[in-house]
């Protein structure tokens, strides 16, 4: 048995405009996190605190958000893998809890994007590309994940409606999570309908800049016990990365660094694709989610257009993704974002997901990418 | 001279590969090639990780390519505004070398077809700022 758990994981709502600060953020995710669990505050060992600094004003936010949080004088320090941030959070604490340094660790994420224009917004995130050689034409990530789509419909015959049937999915789900920004059912005309933003990608292709934050806390085997009736087992958890140029990717198809930390986090947990009750994948994009169905192995390559035209990845499908709405409904505060999809799974498996509950859902997935395929994260779970 | 006055927006000047824009000024897009062992390099980097040598040589991206991927972008970033719509594409070339940057505006977003055939060439804007782009190859 594996011997780190979740003992707990929150989000708060994720909004185009918060009107608060980020401490503020943080700690409605963190009081989620604690809600039922017999610790407090200053039974936290050392906290991690996760964004991408690109769209942050406060510098050095680890040192904010443990002041507000009362997480003095414990450690405290900041990660970044732009929009997989918190999962790689969720790697350090696992690292600090597993070592036998801490026993309990929280992983805080946030992002508050509405301090930016849209277009600032978007400059920043041409930014995490590489900024001599490919940001100078332009280069954002729509615009690269547009072009995986491109390939892989020119390769395997996938087309718009395929991309916005994944939307209609999300934005079915996405109606009744309380936490989502887009509450509304978008049909496939909405879909097709709406403006061009980036050849094959529409407005509603894409995920929407948020503010939020997310909080998961880690703890030793034998501690999570003594905090929670049903801890949820980390069983797998990799990391792995591609280039940062899109010049250096050798398959333009699927995210190389989500098939890499796909087959590693099976192999570490001894279990298989078909094993997965319930997953979470980044769907940053319309196109990314059809992505993650091949790079996780829940379709081959080429066929997971298949799967949401079949309606495989509904509830009562083969493979449930992203029945909380996924980041298409949710909205996409990048340093949030990870752990907002680790609570999803771990409501889940906890038997508490009342929107969307998968029945006896013991096993679940985490696919979190960071940039435009830099960085793949798979995570895990198990009850 | 470094990558100041590189493509639309230039985020950083500084590095050891500026010798790329010495070239692209004479109307030539270069590789780096580590004469050591042998591995070429587009982004051209300046040292070799392979072998660790920092001794590398330049030389030029000839020959046709072929159009990998590509997307119209109709939404420009800040900075970028004015040069919306412009298409991004990947191109392959010759020694596994492949290449991001812009399609030229003399080709038609109805002729753009996958697979098609490009070249690699250096573009003076308008602006007085400098680049490079696909043509038809």
């Known amino acids: 048995m594996a011997d780190v758990a979740i003992v707990g994981a929150g989000q708060s709502v994720f909004s185009r405009d918060c009107g608060v600060s980020i ?27 996760c964004s991408a600094p690109e769209y942050d004003k406060q510098r050095s936010p680890a040192g904010l958000i443990s002041e507000y949080l009362e997480l003095t004088p414990k450690p405290s320090f900041y990660v970044e893998t732009v929009c997989s941030s918190s999962s790689t959070g969720l790697r350090v604490a696992w690292s600090l809890v597993k070592s036998g340094l801490h026993k309990v660790v929280a992983v805080i994420g946030f992002q508050k994007m509405s301090e930016l224009s849209s277009r600032d917004a978007a400059e920043r995130m041409g930014r995490g590309a590489d900024i001599i050689w490919e940001s100078p034409f332009g280069l954002t990530m729509p615009a690269g994940y547009a072009m995986y789509a491109r390939a892989h419909m020119d390769k395997y015959g996938t087309t718009e409606e395929h991309l ?8 079915h789900y996405g109606a009744t999570n309380p936490k989502a920004n887009y509450r509304k059912e978008l049909s496939l005309e909405d879909i097709l ?20 934050a997310s909080c998961v806390i880690v703890a030793r085997g034998d501690v999570a016990k003594g905090i929670t009736n049903i801890p949820i087992w980390v069983v797998g958890l990799v990391a792995a990365t591609d280039t940062m140029t899109m010049a250096g990717r050798k398959q333009l198809t699927g995210l190389q660094c989500a098939q890499e930390a796909a087959k590693q986090a099976y192999k570490m947990a001894g279990v298989k694709p078909q094993d997965i009750d319930v997953a979470e994948v980044h769907d940053c994009f319309t196109v990314s989610e059809i ?20 309606k495989e990845t509904y509830v009562d499908g083969k493979i449930p993704v992203n029945v909380d709405g996924g980041l298409l409904s949710k909205g996409h505060p990048i340093g949030a974002t990870g752990g907002s999809q680790i609570r999803t799974i771990v409501r889940q498996l906890r038997g508490q997901a009342t929107e969307s509950q998968v029945k006896g859902a013991e096993i679940g997935l ?7 395929g830099q960085y793949g994260n798979v995570t895990i779970l198990r009850r | 001279m470094g990558f100041e006055n590189f493509g639309t927006v230039s985020f950083t000047t500084e590095a050891k590969a500026a010798e790329f824009i010495t070239y692209l000024e004479q109307g030539k897009v270069m590789a780096t090639r580590c004469p050591k062992c042998g591995v070429s390099y587009f982004p051209p980097k300046a040292d070799c990780p392979s072998c660790l040598s920092g001794e590398v040589e330049w030389f030029e991206v000839k020959g046709k390519g072929k159009l990998a991927t590509y997307t119209i972008v109709n939404y420009g970033p800040s900075g970028f505004e004015n040069d919306a719509p412009y298409i991004l594409a990947l191109g392959e070339f010759e020694g596994g070398i492949q290449i991001m940057s812009r399609l030229s505006k003399d080709i038609a977003p109805s002729d753009i077809k996958a ?11 308008p602006d007085g700022r400098i680049s490079y782009e696909f043509k038809k190859g």
């Open chain 1, 164 to 171: 916005a049937k994944v939307r209609v999915k999300n934005s």
């Open chain 2, 115 to 125: 697979g098609m055939s490009l070249v690699v060439s250096s573009l003076k804007r």
């Open chain 1, 366 to 372: 985490v696919h979190n990418i960071g940039g435009i």
């Open chain 1, 291 to 310: 992505l993650a169905y091949e790079d996780l192995g829940f379709a081959k390559p080429g066929e997971g257009a298949g799967l949401i035209e079949d």
């Open chain 1, 193 to 212: 309908n709406s403006d061009m933003i980036t050849t094959p990608l529409k407005k509603f292709d894409c995920c929407a800049n948020a503010d939020g």
């Open chain 1, 23 to 49: 401490r503020e953020l943080a700690f409605d995710a963190f009081k989620e996190a604690l809600e039922g669990l017999d610790i407090t505050t200053s039974d936290i060992d050392a906290s991690i605190i």
